[in-house]
C-alpha cells in the first residue's frame, strides 16, 4: 500500500480508502447503466442479437470516465481523479480531450 500511496501521491490511509471506494461505485454503477445506456439509444438485443455484449463493453468505457470524475468530486476527491483521468486518457493517446477542458480553464 505505501508504494502505491507513493506512486499516486496521496499521504492518508483514510485518502486511500476513499480513492478505493470511488473506484468500486464507479466501476459497479457504470456497468449497471450500461444496460439501459445501450437500449436508449437504441441497441438492443433483438437488433444485434449476441453482438450486445460487446457494445455494452465498449459502452461502459465512456461512461466509467464521466463517473469516475464526477463520484470522485461527490467524495471531495476531485482533484486526484482529474489527475488521474488526464493520465488515463494520455496513456490511451487521448490526451486531447483533457487538453480540451484545460484550455477552456485557463480562458
Known amino acids: ?19 478505493f471506494i470511488v473506484f468500486a461505485i464507479t466501476g459497479s454503477l ?5 444496460k439501459p445506456f445501450t437500449n436508449y439509444i437504441g441497441l438492443t438485443r433483438e437488433n444485434l442479437g ?3 455484449l460487446p ?6 468505457f465512456p461512461i466509467y470516465q464521466v463517473l469516475l470524475v ?3 468530486f ?3 476527491q476531485f482533484k486526484f481523479f482529474w489527475w ?4 488515463m486518457l494520455r496513456g490511451m493517446k487521448l490526451g486531447f480531450i483533457a ?3 484545460e484550455k477552456r480553464k485557463i480562458e
Open 74 to 76: 461527490i467524495f471531495g
Open 70 to 72: 464526477l463520484v470522485g
Open 99 to 101: 487538453d480540451l477542458f
Open 55 to 60: 457494445i455494452r463493453l465498449i459502452a461502459i
Open 50 to 52: 449476441d453482438f450486445i
Open 30 to 34: 457504470s456497468a449497471y447503466l450500461s
Open 84 to 87: 488521474f483521468e488526464k493520465k
Open 1 to 19: 500500500m505505501e508504494k502505491l500511496k507513493k506512486r499516486w501521491g496521496i499521504t492518508s490511509n483514510f485518502q486511500l480508502v476513499i480513492i
